[in-house]
T-cell receptor
Framework: GAGVSQSPRYKVAKRGQDVALRCDPI?????LFWYQQALGQGPEFLTY????????KSGLPSDRFFAERPEGSVSTLKIQRTQQEDSAVYLC????????????????FGSGTRLTVV | QKEVEQDPGPLSVPEGAIVSLNCTYS??????FMWYRQYSRKGPELLMY????GNKEDGRFTAQVDKSSKYISLFIRDSQPSDSATYLC???????????FGPGTRLSVLP
């Protein structure tokens, strides 16, 4: 597709429910990132994939958060036993290049999934 | 102290004004600097990208990086109401795998 597609756009979950958020990156993009954006704040890094390899998951806030990208394209962010503090917009971004290549590389972000835990 | 600081605003200016947006940072390893624009309920959109120190101009936008002061700026000339959005600075180390974002500055350009 022309851009990064995320689904669902909105998700309301009861506390304790499991949720799965999907990201379809731009075709051929090597790098894929997940960010969490709380209201009124900048995005905060969660995890990074280069193709199917998860190279950095240092930003995942707890072991309730899990991400995968099994075939190096679509990625899923799963949150188990959701808590109210998980309420945020979850942004996915992809890039044609990967960090360290020493050339201009910007992320293309999706519009995000707004998760509300009630 | 956060790694990247940015005045959250809101900043209101009249149409046609020159806007100056700024970020300061504490990590001297940062080499890549970006400015993103984010409209309400949308993902951030890349505006400007700069590597290391210096200036970069693109149309009405100019990005400046002063690594000695750990200070970056975005200038918007002839601001338009359509520029009303939140502006996020982001930066990364030389071999960083993720960007650290500032909290964003809300800008309103009044017609």
């Amino acid at each position: 597709g022309a851009g990064v597609s995320q689904s669902p756009r909105y998700k309301v979950a009861k506390r304790g429910q499991d949720v799965a958020l999907r990201c379809d990156p731009i075709s051929g993009h090597v790098s894929l990132f997940w960010y969490q954006q709380a209201l009124g704040q900048g995005p905060e890094f969660l995890t990074y994939f280069q193709n199917e390899a998860q190279l950095d998951k240092s930003g995942l806030p707890s072991d309730r958060f899990f991400a995968e990208r099994p075939e190096g394209s679509v990625s899923t962010l799963k949150i188990q036993r959701t808590q109210q503090e998980d309420s945020a917009v979850y942004l996915c971004a992809s890039s044609l290049t990967f960090p360290g290549q020493g050339q201009s590389y910007g992320y293309t972000f999706g519009s995000g999934t707004r998760l509300t835990v009630v | 102290q956060k790694e990247v600081e940015q005045d959250p605003g809101p900043l209101s200016v009249p149409e046609g004004a020159i806007v100056s947006l700024n970020c300061t940072y504490s990590n001297s390893a940062f080499q890549y600097f970006m400015w993103y624009r984010q409209y309400s309920r949308k993902g951030p959109e890349l505006l400007m990208y700069t590597y290391s120190s210096g200036n970069k101009e693109d149309g009405r936008f100019t990005a400046q990086v002063d690594k000695s002061s750990k200070y970056i700026s975005l200038f918007i000339r002839d601001s338009q109401p359509s520029d009303s959005a939140t502006y996020l600075c982001a930066m990364s180390g030389d071999y960083g795998q993720n960007f650290v974002f500032g909290p964003g500055t809300r800008l309103s350009v009044l017609p």
